[in-house]
């Protein structure tokens, strides 16, 4: 989400200054809501599995082994 809204605003930079060769500012607004969601959800199913072998593990076993 941090980049998103530069990204968004150097858009709107770039048309703007491109406005008069016919460029126009246009944000798939749905499609980045859509992808956010999406991002988000990846990445918590992302560290689900990870995370439930982290809690499988005995601490102190896992700190002998360093």
Known sequence: MRRIAPAVFLALLVTHALSS???VFAVPW???????IAAILVGVL???????RAARLNVLQ???YE
């Open 30 to 36: 749905i499609e980045l809501v859509y992808f956010v």
């Open 46 to 52: 992302a560290a689900v599995i990870p995370a439930r």
């Open 21 to 23: 060769s016919g460029i």
């Open 62 to 64: 896992a700190l002998q």
